[in-house]
């Protein structure tokens, strides 16, 4: 059995480097260029269209949810509210920070930056640790954003659905920031020159927090805190539902995406919700391509990745029993079958043999 | 001492697109814009080294497949991150239709 160290200074990333696992030589499904080309062009009008409806989503569940306040009628408005800061608010960072959601620049970051405060990561961080991620995918001692690591730890897993080790970490790293410190795994993957940008944000945020704990004091109301940070507990559960699917329960340490992600058909309120990642192994492989030409490079690709999961449900009654081994047998990973009009996997550096 | 050499045809680049191009060790990209006018850079992103052949051109930048960072082509700077570091860039010129670069 191996045992993994995750670290990103003192665990697996030597051997992972000697095993030729840090590398650019990821396999990747052969699509002609006029057709790629094709797939990564930029639009602003889906991303116009889904931005303007989220924000005014938000705006009126919010409205709804504090006119009903304090009864008990205003729960689901605030947890639909949640869903949407919480959950959709991730795949906002997550397609802008790749700049892929609008052609016109300014808009991705615009939006990127406040989907950064809604989900307490620093922009700057974040652009760089989630560039790693897409170097090193779930490869051990490399990859930052690994969301669950092995032995898996049940009760670590499950609290993330109310989103307690991210939002203490998040808040962990928050003040470090305002303090003038960067972490020491943070100064793996972020470049000096970003730091004093870094440190200059959490400020900015701690003192919108700090506004708002204050106003919710003073006014003894929870409003302005279930408006602003709680909604990061009460609303991440889809996010984190999502994470878990990603890679959960798949290869780690190899160097094809076919192995250690998973793509899921969904239902549109989750793709909305989500921005289409649920195509990941497509996202993984081609990152350039944005959210909304998702399903057509899925199409494409059909022949040469394993069957997509049929549902969310469908996925975690794979994954979920999966996990539940890995406590105790972190070796153990979930191998999907290719079709036959597939290239063999690879797991590694070297050619794997036919599947 | 850098020398001219013959990159490629015009017409092997459609408008707002980009190939590899290697010489000797040495691996570079030609990319054409949407105006028609050609470039030649480094052919490896500064961030890791991802080819940028497989990249987007968007006008006269090309965008890196990998990591999205976004470099003029025609000056090599860098205008997002993660890359912190610009491209070297070459001069090129076309004659009887075929792109030459000084490299």
């Known amino acids: 059995m191996h045992m993994r160290d995750y670290d990103l200074l003192e665990g697996d990333g030597p051997r992972a480097i000697a095993h030729g696992l840090v590398t650019e030589g990821w396999y990747r499904t052969p699509i002609p260029r006029a057709q790629m080309k094709a797939l990564m062009q930029r639009a602003d009008q889906p991303a116009i269209r889904d931005t303007l409806l989220l924000f005014g989503l938000m705006i009126a569940f919010a409205a709804a949810a504090v006119a009903l306040m304090p009864s008990w009628w205003s729960a689901p408005f605030w ?228 069957a997509p999961s049929g549902s969310m449900g469908e996925a975690l009654a794979e994954m979920l029993p999966v996990l539940w081994r890995q406590r105790t047998n972190p070796d153990f990973h979930l191998r999907r079958p290719l079709p036959p009009t597939a290239n063999p996997y690879q797991d590694g550096p070297e050619p794997s043999p036919a599947a | 001492m850098a020398q001219w050499i013959d990159a490629c045809a015009t017409d092997d680049i459609e408008a707002e697109d980009v190939i590899r191009f290697d010489h000797g060790p040495r691996t570079f990209i030609i990319v054409r814009d949407h105006a028609d006018s050609y470039y030649c850079t480094d052919g490896l992103c500064t961030h890791e080294n991802i080819h940028l052949s497989e990249g987007l051109v968007v006008e006269a930048t090309i965008e890196c497949p990998k990591h999205s960072s976004i470099f003029d082509c025609r000056t090599g700077e860098v205008e997002t991150p993660p890359a912190c570091e610009n491209l070297h860039t070459y001069r090129t010129k076309v004659e009887n239709g075929r792109v030459l670069v000084e490299v």
């Open chain 1, 79 to 306: 947890l639909a509210y949640g869903v949407l800061y919480g959950s959709a608010m991730d795949s906002r960072w997550h397609e802008c920070g790749h700049g892929t959601a609008f052609k016109t620049r300014w808009m991705n970051k615009f939006v990127y930056q406040i989907a950064c405060f809604c989900m307490l990561r620093d922009p700057s961080c974040w652009k760089f640790s989630h560039a790693r991620h897409h170097s090193d995918t779930v490869i051990v001692g490399r990859d930052p954003e690994v969301a669950i690591m092995r032995p898996v730890v049940a009760l670590k897993v499950a609290s993330n659905l109310v989103g307690v080790p991210d939002v203490v970490d998040g808040l962990r790293r928050l003040v470090a920031h305002a303090s003038g410190r960067i972490l020491p795994d943070e100064a793996t993957y972020v470049e000096p020159v970003f730091h004093a940008t870094v440190i200059r944000t959490a400020r900015v945020w701690l003192a919108v927090y700090v506004a708002a704990i204050a106003l919710a004091v003073a006014t003894r109301s929870w409003i302005p805190v279930l408006l602003i940070g709680l909604p990061r507990l009460y609303g991440c559960w889809h996010m984190v539902i999502c994470g878990w699917l990603q890679h959960g329960g798949l290869a780690d340490n190899v160097l094809d995406h076919r192995l250690n992600s998973r793509t899921v058909y969904m239902n549109p309120v989750s793709r909305f919700i989500y921005w289409n990642m649920n195509y990941h192994v497509e996202h993984h492989m081609f990152p350039l391509v944005p959210y909304y030409r998702l399903p057509a490079l899925h199409e494409l690709c059909r022949a040469d990745f394993p």
